[in-house]
């Protein structure tokens, strides 16, 4: 009993993350947006802002990092599978 309550748990704590990871994903979709709106007027003072090139680079590196993340989790969920969700 206690075991199946765990691994109800360990199923729904991965539902979580990927659900997580999903919202992070979109997150950073929705930056190409604001991302394409940049104003390359001068920052007042002494304010130094990123380029629009910077910050695409900053994002792909981020959805990247994203990505191998839930290939990990893939990997990961299938060996849990294997073991009925035992943890």
Same mark, same amino acid.
């Given at each position: 009993?206690?075991?199946?309550?765990v &691994?109800? @748990?360990?199923?729904?704590?991965?539902?979580?993350?990927?659900? #997580?990871?999903?919202? @992070?994903?979109?997150?950073?979709? =929705?930056?190409d !947006?604001?991302? *394409?709106?940049?104003?390359r007027?001068?920052?007042q003072?002494?304010? @130094?802002a990123?380029? #629009? %090139?910077e910050? /695409?680079?900053? !994002? *792909?590196?981020?959805?990247d %990092?994203?990505? +191998?993340?839930?290939? @990990? #989790?893939? &990997?990961? +969920?299938a +060996?849990?599978?294997? /073991? =009925?969700?035992?943890?």
């Amino acid at each position: 009993m206690i075991n199946a309550i765990v &691994n109800k @748990v360990a199923m729904e704590r991965y539902r979580d993350f990927l659900s #997580a990871t999903d919202e @992070v994903m979109l997150a950073l979709i =929705e930056c190409d !947006q604001h991302i *394409k709106r940049l104003d390359r007027k001068k920052s007042q003072g002494s304010w @130094v802002a990123c380029t #629009a %090139q910077e910050l /695409r680079s900053f !994002q *792909k590196k981020a959805m990247d %990092q994203i990505s +191998e993340l839930r290939k @990990v #989790a893939k &990997n990961h +969920e299938a +060996e849990l599978i294997s /073991r =009925e969700w035992r943890l």
